[in-house]
């Protein structure tokens, strides 16, 4: 499986060789450094975790450092769970250049947070009637149930918190790859706000 940490930097459009224009998301992939390899007998599982991105030493804890040693002031962690774990060693650097044009990739990030809305930003929810003598219920939510009910039920679509979740887009194509530059042309969108966390995994 391939894999790679990325910088999201924004939307764009790129054309084709008959002059097709396709949107694409740009983002900043790698260089990512494996800090560890997870194993059976120790771990209880096989998996590579990598670092990515830099920070100031003082905002690492003594223990991080410890176990980062000197292989760099890394701002984010993560694993990748590989049946292949012994493929790779700690201190590998992985870059952009392991995916190629035309490869299929899903892409995680967390979404862009939109703070406390109502049912009909939430939900879609058409709200109330726009006549026959309403007057402040045009967004408003309606009855929840009558009868003897005395609580809210499970599962209840109401008003509440939206975005600021992790959301996973698969099947999307990779379009370009500037390994020397780091650049990565997605084809669609790729959640999250410009300078978000991406995780990009092939096969």
Known sequence: MKFILAK??????????????????????????VTQIKEPARDG??????????RHKKNIS????GHLKDRGNFRYLKE?????SESYAVGDTIDAS???????????AVSKGKGFQGVVARHGFHGGPRSHGQKHSEREPGS???????????????????GGNTVT???????????????????????????????????
Do not use: C, W
Not at 8 to 33: C, R, W, Y
Not at 46 to 54: L, P, R, S, T
Not at 80 to 84: A, E, M, T, V
Not at 192 to 197: K, M, P, S, V, W
């Open 62 to 65: 003594k223990p991080e450092q």
């Open 169 to 203: 887009v698969k099947n999307l194509r990779v379009l370009k790859v500037e390994p020397e530059t780091r650049l990565m042309m997605i084809e669609g969108a790729v959640p999250g706000r410009r300078g978000a966390l991406v995780t990009i995994r092939g096969h």
């Open 80 to 84: 990748f769970r590989l049946s292949d």
């Open 8 to 33: 999201k930097i924004g939307m764009t459009q790129l054309f084709d060789g008959e002059g097709n224009a396709h949107p694409v998301t740009l983002v900043s992939a790698g260089p990512v450094v």
């Open 45 to 54: 599982y096989k998996a590579v975790q990598i670092g990515f991105g830099v």
């Open 98 to 108: 392991v995916f190629a044009e035309g490869d299929s990739v899903e892409v995680s």
């Open 144 to 162: 929840i149930g009558g009868g003897l009910r005395t609580r809210v039920p499970k599962g209840m679509r109401m008003a509440g918190r939206v």
